[in-house]
Structure formats: structure tokens, C-alpha cells
């Protein structure tokens, strides 16, 4: 079992965005973790926020605590606010879930 969580996010700056995903990805992969899809969203039809949404992926780890050691990493926390923190606008988690392997 993988532990996955499905984000929407609001990005204005998407040359910034990548370069946050390139500088977080070899950190991510120690942690078990990839993306199991990724989607630009033209226009929402729905949605439980006031958050606008124009990027929606699935992020997985090995497992819960995976996630939770990625997310405080130190190394993670300095790329995410060099990078992540001035691309995006809105951060959305749509849901937290294991998914079979």
C-alpha cells in the first residue's frame, strides 16, 4: 500500500513551479515518493474552497510516515520556500487516501 494525497493548487508562476518540482524531486524519490499524475486545469466545474485551482496531481509515498518526514524535511522546507512559496498562490489538499501498489 502506497500513501497518496490528490492537490490542487493555484501556480502564477509556472517557470518557478518547475523549478521548485525540479529542485524537490530527488528529495521526494528518497522518501518513496513520485507523481502518479499531473494535470494544467482550464476551468473548475466544482469545488469545496474558495481556492481558484489551475494545477491537480496525485503525490504518493511508501507510506503515511514517508509523507510526513518529506514534508518536514529541512532540505524540503528551504527549496519550498525558495521556489514554491513564490509560485503558488492556493494550496488545496482534495484528499488523503493508501492506494493498493
Given at each position: 500500500?502506497?500513501?497518496?494525497?490528490l492537490?490542487?493548487?493555484q501556480?502564477?508562476?509556472?517557470?518557478?513551479?518547475?523549478?521548485?518540482?525540479?529542485?524537490?524531486?530527488?528529495?521526494?524519490?528518497q522518501h518513496?515518493?513520485?507523481?502518479r499524475y499531473?494535470?494544467w486545469?482550464?476551468?473548475?466545474?466544482?469545488a469545496?474552497?474558495?481556492?481558484?485551482?489551475?494545477r491537480?496531481?496525485?503525490?504518493?509515498?511508501?507510506?503515511?510516515?514517508?509523507?510526513?518526514?518529506f514534508f518536514?524535511?529541512e532540505?524540503?522546507?528551504?527549496i519550498?520556500?525558495k521556489?514554491f512559496?513564490?509560485?503558488?498562490?492556493?494550496?488545496?489538499?482534495?484528499?488523503?487516501?493508501s492506494?493498493?501498489?
Amino acid at each position: 500500500m502506497k500513501y497518496e494525497m490528490l492537490v490542487g493548487l493555484q501556480v502564477h508562476d509556472p517557470e518557478q513551479y518547475q523549478d521548485y518540482r525540479d529542485a524537490m524531486r530527488p528529495l521526494l524519490e528518497q522518501h518513496g515518493g513520485g507523481f502518479r499524475y499531473d494535470f494544467w486545469v482550464a476551468e473548475t466545474l466544482a469545488a469545496d474552497t474558495d481556492n481558484e485551482i489551475n494545477r491537480v496531481f496525485a503525490i504518493y509515498f511508501s507510506d503515511e510516515s514517508q509523507k510526513d518526514a518529506f514534508f518536514s524535511n529541512e532540505e524540503y522546507l528551504a527549496i519550498k520556500q525558495k521556489f514554491f512559496e513564490k509560485s503558488v498562490t492556493a494550496t488545496t489538499v482534495i484528499a488523503e487516501y493508501s492506494v493498493a501498489d
